[in-house]
């Protein structure tokens, strides 16, 4: 076994020079343990978080964020849309990437760190110094119509978005949940323009609409759009949602027009049509409808405020009367959009670190708050799954749209319920309401409302269960779990589908016959992404529902979702290489699938390979150890997946056998080692990932930041507690980043974190104290999240001491009983 030194050389990671994991700070060998106790002053949390907030932090590297104006979980997100020359495609999902310099209007909704080609960016907004004289659908390559622009003279922050551009327009933008209030200035004896690209959302639409009211100077429409990861498969390209619009402004028209496709019409009020999509999914290009608004040449300014909705005109006009009527100012309106986020991220306190790290930590807990989104009226309407209008159920406080299960249920939700219960109250009956208008059926990825089927699994049924541990109790839990239930156990024309495959498979449970009588997924027969991945997916999935019922008290079906939880044992072959068993696609004949076995196959997995996919057993970490030889094997394992012969982390995941930092399927991982009596390499490996590729510059984010799902990965680790059962509020232990920190949880339960000498110079535990009790456990039980407490970290520079090493220590693991 490879002994690993305390200070590792430097890695590279995309190009970039990577510190070390411990730098030399460390000056002259060891540093001696740091009891809790010892600390005179503890550190003085941050005062104000929402200073330490970058919203440009992962708008490169493909964290696939955006910068634009959002309160919490808002509708509304009025963000720019920049472009690199081609008007059809987007630079990055989300609408923004950071070296793409030049705007081309500033859309009203966004997704944040999705991957596929994007989706939202519906409405973009433009103002143009110059007059209309062709069609803006016309400029393709964003030639006439767009601007450049400098970061220099660009600033972001929570609530609210400012740019100045190169053609001399300004734009200083601000939101609240539906509505958002925009403040464009001009040049001087120059025409100015607004333009309403109302049909460019950023994948595409199948209609638009608008309509401009020189009288009361509005402009209003409506698009229909959707077509998520169209490009991959034929499946999405369609209507998902439409999304209404009313746009009022301060300083009367000059004069107004219309275009379609390449006709511009001036003079004219009223103009529909939509990109439509090409053979490939994407939007065509020179194809689309907008208007436009010019003012007179001495307008220096106006001011134009927009109400949304996702039910109706009516509604839009009904959200912007109600948060955003004239009197409100721009400066109040982002000093209340600030002072939200300010509550919302105050919910944790940190103390000590650099000013880096507390940007980067707070960035993240911003990123974990952006979805899902608000999807109801402020009269409580919004539109189902079934594109029918609904209203709030009985006690419900608001209906969210947009569910990115597949990432979300892996930590984001958790965070989400512990901080805010009442909201992810209201999740968890939004998606049980959805799935009833669809009946009965869970999607595992919304776009609003509407079902996509991206990725695989059945992901709901372990984020209810994470959200109902972690303290979100307050929706139809019984309704829910008995529609979980009936899901998991009544197979479905569309579980034997192969509409959408593979990227959009339209089963909740693909092959859910084959799997209730043999317990896998068949490679040979799967209607599914993968069989291996889907299997895993599933188990999962069946914990969570032992959870689930065992919550509302029906044993039976606790036992037999335990049993099934053990799914992942009938695709582990033991046999695959000499150096143990792998996760591995199986036929239905009850062979294992290809001639040879590589473990950096990706066939039968999603996004990932069978050395990624191999550590994605949950509930039963103990189990898979066992079957791979027993611990110490599995640390070797362990060992080997994420460092290089010399020692060296590998977070490059160039390497198919390694690990990958940058995408979901393994991201509990590191956490591992705490069920191996190893816990020092799960704060060696937590600190190198925390401190390698988590920084605060805009490509802080080491991958797709999906929907808040890495972002939340980063908040708990830092904290020094991660979910690795993701269907349980229990809490694995790794070394704190901050010396201090306060969760206050949203039931009113604070945990208070002390860890004198955190950071790079004392990464390693050796010992905790829980609510002034010594113990050798690596882990907390969920009576932590529900109650609070204390908890106390002794840490020091070097490994030692026997804190954690017995078997006793690790987390409990919860074996499929037959």
């Not at 972001?156 to 509505?179: F, I, W």
């Not at 405020?305 to 955003?324: C, F, M, P, T």
């Not at 150890?625 to 997946?641: H, N, T, Y």
Request: net charge negative.
């Amino acid at each position: 076994m490879t002994t690993f030194p305390p200070t590792l050389p430097v890695v590279r990671r995309r190009g970039r020079l990577l510190a070390g994991v411990f730098a030399t700070v460390l000056t002259g060998g060891l540093l001696a343990a740091v009891p809790a106790a010892a600390q005179a002053s503890p550190a003085e949390l941050v005062a104000d978080p929402v200073s330490k907030v970058d919203p440009l932090i992962g708008t490169s590297n493909a964290g696939n964020t955006y910068p634009g104006a959002v309160r919490p979980y808002g509708m509304l997100s009025w963000s720019p849309q920049t472009t690199t020359g081609t008007q059809a495609k987007n630079p990055a999902p989300g609408g923004y990437r950071y070296d793409a310099t030049r705007i081309r209007g500033f859309s009203l909704t966004h997704l944040s760190g999705v991957g596929c080609s994007g989706a939202a960016g519906d409405i973009p907004v433009m103002p143009y110094v110059g007059d209309v004289t062709s069609s803006p659908s016309a400029d393709t390559k964003d030639a006439i119509y767009a601007s450049d622009f400098s970061h220099a003279n660009e600033k972001a922050e929570p609530g609210r978005y400012r740019v100045s551009l190169n053609s001399g327009a300004t734009a200083d933008l601000t939101a609240t949940t539906r509505t958002g209030t925009g403040r464009f200035g001009f040049p001087a004896d120059k025409p100015a323009s607004m333009l309403f690209r109302t049909s460019n959302s950023e994948s595409g639409s199948t209609d638009a609409h608008v309509e401009v009211d020189a009288q009361h100077r509005t402009v209003s429409g409506s698009v229909e759009a959707g077509n998520f990861c169209g490009p991959q498969s034929e499946n999405n390209r369609h209507k998902l949602y439409t999304l209404h619009f009313t746009a009022h402004f301060d300083t009367p028209f000059a004069a107004t027009g219309t275009w379609q496709d390449d006709d511009v019409r001036p003079g004219s009020t009223e103009a529909s049509g939509g990109t439509g999509y090409d053979k490939d999914g994407n939007a065509q290009a020179g194809k689309g409808s907008g208007a436009y608004v010019t003012f007179g040449k001495n307008v220096r300014q106006v001011r134009m405020k927009v109400g949304i909705s996702y039910v109706d005109a009516a509604g839009a006009e009904a959200n912007l009367r109600a948060e955003n009527p004239p009197s409100a100012s721009l400066e109040h309106t982002a000093a209340d959009a600030a002072a939200q986020w300010r509550t919302e991220l105050s919910r944790i306190g940190i103390g000590g670190g650099t000013d880096a790290q507390q940007r980067t930590f707070y960035t993240a807990l911003y990123h974990s708050m952006l979805e899902p989104t608000v999807a109801n009226d402020v009269d409580g309407r919004y539109t189902g799954a079934d594109d029918r209008t609904h209203h709030l159920s009985e006690g419900q406080h608001a209906q969210y749209g947009t569910f990115s299960g597949w990432d979300q249920y892996r930590a984001q939700v958790q965070l989400m319920a512990w901080l805010s219960p009442r909201a992810a109250s209201d999740y968890a009956q939004s998606l049980y309401s959805y799935a009833s208008q669809r009946g009965g059926e869970w999607d595992r990825w919304l776009l609003q409302q509407g079902k996509t089927s991206v990725m695989s699994g059945d992901p709901s049924a372990v984020a209810l269960a994470g959200m109902y541990a972690f303290g979100a109790r307050d929706f139809d839990v019984r309704g829910a779990v008995d529609s979980l239930v009936h899901a998991a156990t009544v197979p479905t024309a569309n579980d034997s589908s192969d509409a959408g495959c593979q990227v959009e498979c339209v089963g909740q449970r693909p092959s859910l016959d084959y799997y209730l009588t043999h317990g896998y997924v068949p490679a040979d027969d799967c209607h599914c992404w993968g069989g291996a991945a889907e299997t895993l997916e599933d188990a999962a999935a069946d914990y969570g529902l032992s959870e689930l019922t065992a919550a509302v008290g029906d044993r039976d079906a606790q036992r037999d979702f335990l049993r099934r939880s053990g799914a992942w044992r009938h695709v582990f072959d033991t046999d695959a290489t000499a150096q143990g068993g792998w996760m591995r696609d199986r036929k239905r004949d009850g062979s294992w699938a290809g001639e040879s076995f590589d473990p950096a196959t990706g066939d039968g997995f999603v996004e990932g390979s069978s050395a990624r996919y191999t550590w994605m057993v949950y509930s039963d970490v103990a189990g898979l150890a066992r079957a791979m030889g027993g611990r110490d094997k599995a640390v070797q394992r362990l060992d080997a997946f994420f460092r290089t012969p010399d020692g060296t982390f590998d977070f490059s995941a160039k390497d198919d056998t390694r690990y990958d930092p940058t995408n979901e399927p393994d991201i509990n991982s590191p956490y591992l080692y705490n069920y191996l009596g190893k816990p020092e390499r799960t704060q060696e490996t937590v600190a190198a990932e925390r401190d390698q590729l988590w920084t605060d510059t805009p490509g802080g984010i080491p991958g797709n930041d999906d929907a808040g799902t890495m972002s939340a990965w980063y908040v708990f680790s830092a904290l020094g507690v991660y979910p690795q059962v993701p269907a349980r509020a229990d809490l694995v232990l790794t070394s704190p980043l901050f010396p201090r920190a306060e969760i206050r949880g949203g039931h009113g339960h604070t945990l208070r974190i002390q860890a004198p000498g955190a950071g790079k110079s004392a990464p390693y535990i050796r010992g905790v104290r829980v609510n002034g009790e010594s113990s050798q456990r690596t882990w907390v039980s969920a009576a932590t999240v529900r109650r609070g407490g204390s908890l106390d970290f002794t840490l020091g520079a070097t490994p030692g001491g026997d804190w954690g090493t017995d078997a006793q220590d690790a987390p409990p693991s919860f074996p499929a009983q037959n």
